[in-house]
């Protein structure tokens, strides 16, 4: 299930019902953040990993309002974080 606030999107898992990619151990009533980012993602590529930090990407992907690229990160607690932006 997807919950959209405007342009965000915050996906709600259903246990067995997972999509990919997912929150490292998805449990009922966890959630993944697609969060939007005006910077371009080769810069929020750079950022991160200049802190660090592991992503994948940049994907092709489809956001809620149309095809979008993203790069994905885990929380501390393994969640998914996508940062996303349209084309």
Do not use: W
């Amino acid at each position: 299930m997807a919950l959209k606030f405007g342009r965000q999107k915050i996906n709600i898992h259903e246990a067995g019902h997972e999509i990919d990619l997912k929150a490292d151990r998805p449990t009922s009533g966890s959630a993944d953040l697609c969060l939007l980012v005006r910077d371009s993602l080769d810069d929020v590529v750079a950022a991160l990993r200049g802190r660090h930090v592991n992503c994948l990407g940049p994907v092709r992907r489809t956001g809620a309002h149309g095809a979008a690229t993203s790069v994905y990160v885990r929380d501390p607690e393994r969640n998914l974080i996508e940062l996303s932006r349209y084309d």
